[in-house]
T-cell receptor, first 113, second 115 residues
Framework: GDSVTQMEGPVTLSEEAFLTINCTYT??????LFWYVQYPGEGLQLLLK?????DKGSNKGFEATYRKETTSFHLEKGSVQVSDSAVYFC????????????FGTGTSLTVIP | EAGVAQSPRYKIIEKRQSVAFWCNPI?????LYWYQQILGQGPKLLIQ????????DSQLPKDRFSAERLKGVDSTLKIQPAKLEDSAVYLC?????????????FGQGTRLTVV
């Protein structure tokens, strides 16, 4: 079935370090891909998205490229800040399964000063 | 633009009691979702509405959970009777279109604790 697999956390980085959170997907078709971020006590907020192969989504210094050949959508940021500490969810949405969202299990990131 | 509103933010009930959650989506959003998020996991879809019709409720435990969306706007999710394993955050989300490339906007959620 359709699913998303994220790298397990928690991830702890020092401020200004490089961030990569891996995300791979399985889908019977061509999904749209999303990264959501969840700050403590809050709902999910869209961070970025890509709707077709080779698209790059970017926002707030984060970016991810839709790689059809490796079925991946890895999240990267060149220099993380303490304020980036949150849980990050990779998700896919596929039209041939009723446009339902499938979320990964989330990766917790803590950035220390 | 106002976001997705949910209430209450927190609820503590005893098992076998009933509870209801309310959601007001972003104005004009036809699609509304209820998700259950258990601690340490990603959100799991419970039910999806398109206007006031149900699109997908395949993962809703219908023996105890029910949901409605009156007039295609506000929605309520009810649990009766609650079990310990229902302890979770219940997230409401809405999207403008029911299309694969459209993002969903989430409310802050209701944290339910069943004791």
């Amino acid at each position: 079935g359709d699913s998303v697999t994220q790298m397990e956390g928690p991830v702890t980085l020092s401020e200004e370090a490089f961030l990569t959170i891996n995300c791979t997907y399985t889908a019977t078709g061509y999904p749209s891909l999303f990264w959501y971020v969840q700050y403590p006590g809050e709902g999910l907020q869209l961070l970025l998205k890509a709707t077709k192969a080779d698209d790059k989504g970017s926002n707030k210094g984060f970016e991810a490229t839709y790689r059809k050949e490796t079925t991946s959508f890895h999240l990267e940021k060149g220099s993380v800040q303490v304020s980036d500490s949150a849980v990050y969810f990779c998700a896919l949405r596929l039209s041939n399964t009723g446009n339902q969202f499938y979320f990964g299990t989330g990766t917790s990131l803590t950035v220390i000063p | 633009e106002a976001g997705v509103a949910q209430s209450p933010r927190y609820k503590i009930i005893e098992k076998r009691q009933s509870v209801a959650f309310w959601c007001n989506p972003i104005s004009g959003h036809a699609t509304l979702y209820w998700y259950q998020q258990i601690l340490g996991q990603g959100p799991k879809l419970l039910i999806q509405f398109q206007n006031n019709g149900v699109v997908d409720d395949s993962q809703l435990p219908k023996d105890r959970f029910s949901a409605e969306r009156l007039k295609g706007v506000d929605s309520t999710l009810k649990i009766q009777p609650a079990k310990l394993e229902d302890s979770a955050v219940y997230l409401c989300a809405s999207s403008l279109f029911d299309k694969a490339g459209t993002e969903a906007f989430f409310g802050q959620g209701t944290r339910l604790t069943v004791v």
